[in-house]
């Protein structure tokens, strides 16, 4: 499961770190889910760096913890004028199985002299767009893990909520493309 997971994960990311913590025991009757912090809040000594950041970015500073997962991954994706995308998922036993969850901070870039946009404007009609590379990026995982183990996975919840079951359809190609 995790090599599967990890395999996944380097094919749309450009920097990923991964870690296998060990968990002891039996595994819990329902899986974990990671917490979100904000290393900014509740330190004095950050507190003044913090009001001088803007409400809109203070989000980019979140952080999910994943007490009691047995795989960790932390990766990024940056496209120079257009997205840095930063993942972090955890994979969670339970009794039944594994729960993976992902948590997403996705930096869209935007504005900027006409021939930026112009430029990414036609990037976006080659590649995609930021918000497909995210989610081709989440997607691709969890068909590697589907195809690799076999297992039957399901969505629990999320957001934006994805309808259907995308992984079940074959990615196009290498690196992630295929079904949104």
Known sequence: MIAAAG?????????AQTMTPIVMGEPPETPGRFTIRNPLEGSSSMGGIAAMIPTSQLAQFKQASCDGAVWIANAQRKVRGSQTLRLTL??????Q????NVYGIDVKEQGGGISTRLARAL???????????????????????QA??????????????????????PAAGGGGEGAK
């Open 7 to 15: 395999a996944g994960l380097k094919h749309n990311t450009s920097d």
């Open 90 to 95: 955890c994979l969670f036993p339970y009794q």
């Open 97 to 100: 199985g594994y729960q993976l």
């Open 123 to 145: 990037a976006e009609q080659v590649v995609g767009t930021p918000d497909g590379w995210t989610e081709k990026t989440i997607l691709y995982v969890v068909r590697e893990i």
């Open 148 to 169: 690799k183990t076999g297992p039957t996975v399901s969505y629990v919840e999320g957001q934006p909520e994805i309808v259907d079951t995308p992984w079940e359809v």
